[in-house]
């Protein structure tokens, strides 16, 4: 179906106004391909870590009186580990977004 479609509609001719990159109505500002500092991948990964942390302490908050003790003690080692992970991020420096000039030539 697909070919007969292309057969009957013939060659497409490519306009540059077909071309252009379509940003809601207004003129592209530049190259729609640019390079991001790989900084901004890694607090996103960060970002959802902590957001599937949280989807995780919601259905725990509501059965923890079912569980008891375990799931108390089991959701405190779940945010040790959590907690250790952030302080690390923290101390190797990532949540600053200026970076001194020493790190930032090891990073380029």
């Given amino acids: ?3 007969a479609g292309r057969i009957l509609r013939g ?3 490519a306009t540059p106004e077909k071309k ?6 207004e003129l592209p500002i530049g ?15 960060v970002f959802i870590i902590f ?3 949280t989807a995780f302490l919601f ?9 008891g003790i375990v799931a108390f003690w089991d959701m405190i080692v779940f945010l040790a580990i959590l907690l250790l992970g952030y302080i690390w991020f923290w101390k190797i420096g990532e949540l600053r977004w200026i970076l001194p000039s020493n790190k ?3 990073n380029e």
């Fill in 1 to 3: 179906m697909d070919f």
């Fill in 11 to 13: 060659k497409e001719v």
């Fill in 20 to 25: 252009a990159t379509y940003e809601c109505g």
């Fill in 31 to 45: 190259e729609a391909w640019i390079r991001y500092n790989p900084r901004f991948f890694l607090l996103a990964i």
């Fill in 51 to 53: 957001d599937i942390e």
């Fill in 59 to 67: 259905p725990w908050g509501v059965t923890a009186k079912e569980f």
């Fill in 104 to 106: 930032r030539e090891r």
